[in-house]
């Protein structure tokens, strides 16, 4: 019998996940690896059910054992004890033909223990699988000493060319030709309990720390994200990013992905933020490859988004890069989607006028003038090798502009020559006091670029940001070039943090901002090592009086929060200011924030100490009275502890998980102290070690419970706001409402009952405003009072 000893691996303790937090100003450490869930493919494994679908290892003749349970169990309430063992092979036995899979890597565990005082004072015990035949491998092992349970736990990777018609695994002790020689040694009786064999999936959740309390950079620290491009839309910011996350893979031992592979990448990440710090996680578009919404399409990198009015109907437009050879778009109906798209091959690729000597026809970047004029900017790599070398090199003539067609997924006439002084990629344009700003990532240099040549004074050095500045969108000769806009993001975050990069601007309340990219994440996960894993970041963009750019410095401040946080109202859990240990996915149903139409995801992998923050929180001078969230619980005993200022701060609520596991369900607290602006942290609690629940949204509640709405409407051509107000407590409540055009009461509201005031302007066109209604009541004995406001939109009655 062949024995194959496998390293284990370690699973996810509260140790592990202790030793990962990352403090202010200390250095990364490599993470360790995690173990994704997935089924138990042993059926009974803790034998609670006795020894149903359990017999003894039969798989050579001189095989056999006694097998029956007992109460000394691990856990639980049962376990097997193993008697009679004719062979060390002899042990407990459970057939997997069917269930595991050539090529597949497994973890295996299972508790073992022995107690004949007769035998040696520690055993080794194995796991083996047995494929038929004369095919035997150990899977896991451990050394355990008498009157001990021990740990068997190992992974192991079946072989490609395994045949796994036939698969059963057992347990046993090491072989030897003549067991009976020394029975005591060789075979005395066992225990055996809590047996797993789950496929063994590498976790993508980033345990540590990546973006630390009080920084706004990275934005978001439970993912990558790269070639980030900013879109206002409706109040909002919307990222669209490269899914760097898609081809991240820890490895099991080490916990080290390997460097990063572009041509896996196939999916767009979403991001958003009203107040450019606290973040929502829309999940990844599928857009190129066999499942995805363009199919004709294998890559999607480096997005650009646009809208505009095609036949009277708003739509949304994401451009993206087909690897390197082409680029297309998809259309949608929301910057949120759902996609569609409306060609059935590539928008640039080799038929493009004018784009004939470009190398590389990718990272495409709309632009919709205030004319309504679409453009499209792409291109870049190798210069062409008719140019002299030094023109290659300072002038490689590699990025392009187009006009687009008005139906945004095409293009009219030629493609025209932007000649930015040793451009690589990364073309972006965006419009100021009438001027246009080019913006692009500057090349490294070599033979792609002419070799080693002279600069030109003043020109870019290598992966640096620079930009030009032009009164026509379609020209852009080199004497239009401004200088550096953003050096490259080494100089500020260090080793490791090189390379090219890719940025956008946008403009949002009244300022410019500047977007980025930085294995900062990577970084902190890893340590000074990084494997090419990329961050998005922002910085606000300030300019001279000339118009020129004052040069941005990249930070882990990053901007200021632009607005504090309205946390009265339903939103989505995966909404972070900061983050650690946890993950989001996509689930049925629809956005309880964003709408049918939008995905909905979900905040898991939740475990024992992680937790989530939001910046700057608004509850106001009366506070918040509680909290609701939506839940899904998958383990008995779980809590959320809701803490102000720091994940150790002020506990101001606890909110017991107690709903059945599986189904999802409300769970409520009452809240004490939580009023005025404060950072609020969700830390998660239960029994170490396991998924403790899913979280889909939050809630929180004033001190009253009202629901007020504002609106407007024309009475003989003059302007009426009319406000009102629900009575959601379980009390009666007095209240009145402010507004621009006097102060009226409600009076006393009932209990579930609603009040209306209206108010006349007399004037036939009023500007947006807003009302305040100010509650009393008594609950529980105690006098509470609350503010409410709500907001109505301007009106003409003319």
């Known amino acids: 019998m062949e024995h194959r000893l496998l390293r284990s691996t370690r699973r996810r303790i509260t140790a592990v996940a202790a030793a990962l937090t990352l403090a202010v100003g200390s250095a990364a450490v490599a993470a360790a690896p995690v173990q994704a869930a997935s089924p138990n493919l042993i059926v009974n494994g803790g034998f609670e059910a006795g020894l149903a679908d359990w017999f003894a290892n039969d798989g050579n003749a001189a095989d056999s054992a006694g ?39 497994y973890l295996v565990t299972a508790r073992v223990k022995y107690e004949n005082p007769n035998s040696p004072s520690t055993k080794q015990f194995f796991v083996t699988m047995h494929y038929g035949g004369s095919t035997y491998t150990n899977l896991g092992t451990v050394t355990v000493p008498r009157g001990q349970w021990g740990l068997i736990q190992g992974t192991f990777t079946i072989p490609a060319g395994q045949n796994v018609s036939t698969a059963r695994i057992f347990v046993e002790t090491p072989w030897t030709s003549n067991p009976s020689s020394a029975p005591d040694t060789h075979l005395m009786d066992f225990k055996v309990d809590d047996v797993t064999l789950q496929e063994y999936v590498v976790s993508k959740t980033i345990e540590v720390v990546g973006k630390l309390p009080g920084e706004h950079n990275p934005l978001i620290g439970h993912k990558f994200g790269a070639d980030g491009f900013g879109f206002v839309h ?133 632009l919709v003038d205030d004319d309504g004029q679409e453009y499209l900017y792409f291109g870049g790599g190798p210069a062409s090798t008719s140019l002299p070398p030094v023109e290659r090199f300072n002038n ?137 894993y990329r961050s998005p970041h922002l910085q606000e963009l300030t300019f001279n009086p000339d118009g020129t750019i004052q040069q941005v410095v990249g930070t882990y401040a990053g901007v200021d929060q632009v607005r504090d946080f309205d946390p009265y109202r339903v939103f989505e859990a995966e909404t972070l200011g900061w983050s650690k240990g946890i993950a989001t996915a996509k689930v049925d149903g629809a956005s309880a924030e964003f709408g049918t139409t939008a995905p909905n995801l979900v905040v898991r992998d939740v475990d024992d100490g992680d937790w989530t923050a939001l910046s700057s929180v608004d509850f106001g001078a009366d506070g918040a009275g509680r909290v609701t969230a939506k839940v899904r619980a998958l383990a008995a005993g779980g809590s959320i502890e809701v803490r102000l200022d720091d994940v150790a701060g002020p506990l101001v609520g606890t909110i017991p998980v107690d709903t059945p596991a599986g189904d999802w369900a409300e769970v409520t607290a009452d809240l004490r102290g939580a009023s005025g602006v404060h950072d609020v942290y969700f830390t998660y609690r239960g029994p170490a070690g396991e998924d403790l629940f899913e979280i889909d949204s939050w809630a929180f509640v004033p001190p009253l419970d009202l629901s007020v709405t504002a609106d ?53 066109g009023v500007p947006a405003g807003e009302v305040t209604v100010r509650a009393t009541a008594r609950v529980d004995g105690e006098p509470v009072s609350a503010s409410f406001k709500a907001s109505y939109a301007a009106r003409s009655c003319g």
């Not at 109460?71 to 057939?95: I, K």
């Not at 916990?255 to 107040?275: E, H, K, L, M, R």
């Not at 020559?417 to 070599?446: L, Q, T, W």
């Open 712 to 764: 407007t409407r024309c009475a003989g051509g003059k302007v009426m706001v009319t406000v009102r107000a629900t009575n959601n407590e379980a009390v009666h409540v007095s209240a009145s409402v402010e507004s621009a055009y006097g102060t009226r009461p409600f009076g006393s509201v009932p209990p579930g009952k609603e009040k209306f005031r209206s108010f006349p302007t007399a004037a036939a």
């Open 67 to 105: 097998l029956s349970t007992t109460t000394d169990a691990y856990s639980g309430t049962s376990a097997v004890l193993v008697t009679n063992r004719s062979t060390t092979g002899s042990g407990p036995m459970q057939n997997l033909s069917g269930k595991v899979q050539a090529g597949k890597t």
């Open 396 to 532: 490689p003539k590699n990025l392009r502009a187009i006009k687009l067609g008005d139906d945004m997924v095409s293009t009219e006439g030629s493609a025209v020559v932007v000649d930015a002084p040793v451009a690589f990629e990364a073309g972006h344009v965006f419009k100021r006091e009438g001027k246009y700003y080019f913006s692009y990532s500057s090349h490294f240099g070599g033979n792609d670029f002419g070799g080693n040549q002279p600069r030109v004074p003043g020109y870019p050095g290598g992966g640096q940001i620079g930009y030009l500045i032009s009164d026509d969108p379609m020209s852009w000769p080199k004497e239009t070039y401004a200088g550096v806009l953003f050096p490259n993001q080494s100089q500020f975050f260090g080793t490791g943090t090189g390379g090219n990069n890719h940025q956008s601007v946008f403009e949002f309340e009244g300022k410019y901002y500047f977007t980025y990219h930085a294995p900062t994440l990577n970084k902190r996960i890893n340590g000074n090592t990084t494997q090419g």
């Open 234 to 366: 409706d109040g909002r910011v919307y990222l669209y990013l490269t899914n760097d996350t898609q081809g991240y893979a820890p490895n099991p031992s080490t916990g080290v992905s390997p460097s990063i592979n572009y041509g896996d990448i196939n999916q767009i990440t979403v991001i958003s933020s009203a107040d450019l710090v606290n973040w929502t996680d829309h999940g990844e578009i599928q857009v190129a490859g066999p499942n995805g919404v363009a199919p004709f399409t294998g890559n999607s990198w480096a997005p650009g988004m646009a809208k505009k009015v095609v036949n009277g109907q708003e739509k949304f437009f994401l451009y993206y890069a087909n690897g390197g050879g082409s680029s297309n778009v998809i259309t949608g109906d929301s910057p949120l989607g759902p996609w569609t798209s409306e060609r059935t091959s590539a928008l640039i690729n080799g038929g493009t006028p004018g784009a004939e000597d470009v190398a590389w026809k990718f990272d495409p970047a709309p």
